[in-house]
């Protein structure tokens, strides 16, 4: 038997995509259950080929052989670009192109949506409003109502698709400044590992807001903070913390 089955997020067509984020974020470790989790990605990354054919696969070829294509999808495979969408400026890969105060309003959105466990479709409308453009116009809430009219035209699959390529750029932020997302030690918050909650969600309005207060003002003043880009931003936020932990120390 002859057949090709999509190992890369590039090699997924759209219908697979979308219908793939969606299992990822509504299913473990991203949103509720997923008892049937590897049995939905194989079935979704073989949903391309004849009927017969995926019967045959499904009932012939033993299931640990079909899960080698599936298991990336959970652990090194990663979406890291924002489909196109008509008259639209997407996010550019990894987010590159937000500032900080574009980025601010979607991460408020998408930890609301996080709380939903990703089931909310009013908060997963909004997210991907949030993260695309008018053309040749610089972001501004204001202009959301008018970018909802054309994000709201796409299909639910595609706003799950840009709420997981939001969660692999913001998992890779996090990692690249660890500075800036670290959360105290459970010790230094007077818990008991095992009944550790999670910290306390801090918008990143308010940090803009201290860096625009700052006496040196590192990125200019208020409307300036808000207009950088967002790696500018966490590059200089996370010299300020190495500063501060220096001052500290001496």
Same mark, same amino acid.
């Given at each position: 038997?002859?057949?090709?089955?999509?190992?890369?997020?590039?090699?997924?067509?759209?219908?697979?995509?979308?219908?793939?984020? $969606?299992?990822?974020? *509504?299913?473990?470790? @991203?949103?509720?259950?997923?008892? +049937?989790?590897?049995? +939905?990605?194989?079935? =979704?990354?073989? $949903? %391309?080929?004849?009927?017969? *054919?995926?019967?045959?696969?499904? !009932?012939?070829?033993?299931?640990?052989?079909?899960?080698?294509?599936?298991?990336?999808?959970?652990?090194?495979?990663?979406?890291? %670009?924002?489909?196109?969408?008509?008259?639209?400026?997407?996010?550019?890969?990894?987010?590159?192109?937000?500032?900080?105060?574009? @980025? &601010?309003?979607?991460?408020?959105?998408?930890?609301?949506?996080?709380?939903? !466990?990703?089931?909310?479709?009013?908060?997963?409308?909004?997210?991907?409003?949030?993260?695309?453009?008018?053309?040749?116009?610089?972001?501004?809430?204001?202009?959301?109502?008018?970018?909802?009219?054309?994000?709201?035209?796409?299909?639910? *699959? =595609?706003?799950?698709?840009?709420?997981?390529?939001?969660?692999?750029? +913001?998992?890779?932020?996090?990692?690249?400044?660890?500075?800036?997302?670290?959360?105290?030690?459970? &010790? !230094?918050?007077?818990?008991?590992?095992?009944?550790?909650?999670?910290?306390?969600?801090?918008?990143?309005?308010?940090?803009? &807001?201290?860096?625009?207060?700052?006496? %040196?003002?590192?990125?200019?003043?208020? %409307? !300036?903070?808000?207009?950088?880009?967002?790696?500018? @931003? @966490?590059?200089?936020?996370?010299?300020?913390?190495?500063?501060?932990?220096?001052?500290?120390? $001496?």
């Amino acid at each position: 038997m002859n057949i090709t089955i999509p190992q890369t997020y590039e090699e997924l067509n759209e219908q697979q995509r979308g219908a793939l984020c $969606s299992i990822l974020l *509504t299913s473990s470790p @991203f949103g509720g259950g997923g008892g +049937r989790l590897p049995l +939905r990605i194989i079935k =979704t990354l073989i $949903s %391309h080929l004849p009927n017969r *054919t995926q019967q045959q696969l499904l !009932q012939e070829v033993p299931f640990t052989a079909l899960w080698q294509y599936a298991e990336p999808f959970l652990t090194t495979e990663k979406l890291y %670009h924002f489909r196109e969408l008509t008259k639209m400026i997407a996010p550019a890969p990894r987010l590159a192109n937000l500032t900080i105060k574009q @980025f &601010s309003v979607a991460d408020s959105l998408y930890y609301r949506l996080r709380l939903s !466990q990703y089931q909310d479709e009013l908060l997963l409308r909004q997210l991907m409003a949030s993260l695309y453009n008018l053309p040749n116009t610089p972001f501004d809430v204001l202009n959301l109502p008018q970018v909802a009219e054309h994000t709201d035209k796409a299909a639910i *699959t =595609t706003a799950y698709e840009v709420a997981f390529a939001y969660t692999c750029c +913001r998992e890779y932020i996090i990692g690249k400044y660890p500075k800036v997302f670290s959360s105290p030690s459970s &010790s !230094q918050r007077g818990e008991k590992p095992v009944f550790r909650k999670e910290a306390a969600y801090t918008p990143f309005s308010k940090i803009i &807001s201290v860096m625009a207060m700052d006496k %040196h003002q590192p990125l200019g003043n208020w %409307h !300036q903070c808000n207009a950088t880009r967002v790696y500018d @931003f @966490f590059e200089v936020l996370t010299e300020s913390i190495l500063q501060a932990e220096q001052r500290a120390k $001496s």
